[in-house]
């Protein structure tokens, strides 16, 4: 049996998984760190690379005695080498280099927003390349064309904020806590999402880019005016977002005509209003639709090690590095407006 150990830790979740060949879930373990960050509204880096520095090796030798398994049992150790926050990622994929030295396991160096993208793979496998491929998250919000592992057209991009910022950045405004989106979600399903009249910033723009930031700042002016509650003030931004993320979609899979599957990955793939509308957008395209269950949509180890599975008879040298930025098709243009972002 395949058995590749899969490690994360380039943002606020320290995780750990062994997945099997065909995809099974063989054992994992994940610890938010929500409680260190909660009082600074966000992820401060330094807290979260010694929490993962704190955590990672037990969590590890937890991991393999739930299977019953030693490191040895692994065909390979595959970690997350980037893009995230450096020192978080540096403990992941150093802990990684030194079991693969002392166990002579592969080492496989993985790129988060890939374990994002092959993530439907490891909930279903019947999903084919090539596919379409919607990847939002706190950092990341970009629609690709994936034809094969490491074979990633990137098609669109945020020319500023990532979705999973602007649902962060709303629950701030509206005072719902950290993490964000889940709670903004849980507070819109008591508001109204017609009741305040906000932008959809780039819809019918002939490009199929994104751009948040304009429908974050209309959200905190309608909050200062106090003329609306944090329920529909919620619900108005989360339709906002879900409309131009189905207008973007549109445009992008006009070029993707004999593309038949469409999927949705990352953190705010775990909202139930984006999975409801994107499946009927695939339906209006005669497409399957497929996301991963919520809990395999934001960050965790088992895509991590599902990744390395993709990639198993591939190894990286103990000397390759820690990478803040990684992006998927590294060929793509640099976009008009855009900062640094990947
Ligand atoms: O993929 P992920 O766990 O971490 C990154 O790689 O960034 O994504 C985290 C992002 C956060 O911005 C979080 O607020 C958002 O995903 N998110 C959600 C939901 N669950 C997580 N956004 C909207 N609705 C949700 N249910
Ligand atoms: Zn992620």
Redesign the pocket.
């Known amino acids: 049996m395949v058995l590749v150990l899969g490690i994360e830790s380039?943002?606020d979740e320290t995780a750990a998984a062994l997945v099997d060949g065909e995809g099974g879930i063989v054992a994992q373990r994940i610890a938010s760190q929500d409680a260190e960050h909660a009082p600074y509204g966000g992820v401060v880096p330094e807290i979260a690379a010694r929490a993962h520095a704190e955590r990672l090796a037990p969590m590890i030798e937890g991991v393999l005695a739930d299977a019953g398994v030693s490191l040895t049992d692994c065909d390979a150790i595959a970690a997350t080498a980037g893009p995230g926050l450096i020192g978080g990622v540096m403990v992941g994929l150093v802990s990684a280099k030194a079991l693969a030295m002392a166990s002579d396991t592969p080492l496989i160096a993985v790129n988060?927003l890939e374990g994002?993208a092959l993530s439907p793979r490891l909930a279903d496998s019947s999903i084919e390349f090539p596919y379409a491929l919607l990847l939002v998250?706190?950092?990341h919000c970009q629609i690709l064309r994936v034809d094969g592992v490491g074979q990633y057209k990137r098609l669109a991009t945020t020319i500023d904020d990532a979705l999973?910022?602007a649902?962060?950045k709303t629950a701030k405004i509206l005072g719902l806590g950290f993490?964000?989106?889940?709670a903004?979600?849980r507070v819109a399903k008591e508001g109204d999402p017609t009741a305040v009249p906000l932008p959809r910033p780039m819809v019918g723009s002939g490009e199929p880019h994104f751009s948040f930031a304009g429908l974050k700042s209309a959200v905190l002016r309608a909050h200062e005016s106090g003329k609306h509650t944090a329920p529909d003030l919620a619900a108005s931004f989360q339709q906002a977002a879900v409309d131009c993320v189905v207008d973007r979609l549109r445009i992008a899979l006009e070029s993707m005509d004999d593309v038949e599957t469409l999927v949705v990955a990352?953190?705010?793939a775990?909202?139930a209003t984006v999975r409801a509308a994107l499946e009927r957008l695939a339906a209006d395209h005669g497409m399957r639709f497929a996301a991963p269950p919520p809990a395999l949509c934001?960050?965790n180890a088992a895509m991590i090690a599902w990744a390395g599975v993709e990639r198993l008879g591939q190894s990286d040298p103990l000397d390759i590095a820690a990478r803040p930025r990684w992006p998927l098709d590294p060929d793509a243009e640099p976009v008009r407006g855009a900062g640094v972002k990947a």
């Open positions: 380039s943002c988060h994002h998250s706190g950092g999973g910022e649902f962060d993490p964000g989106g889940p903004v979600e990352g953190g705010v775990a909202n934001t960050d």
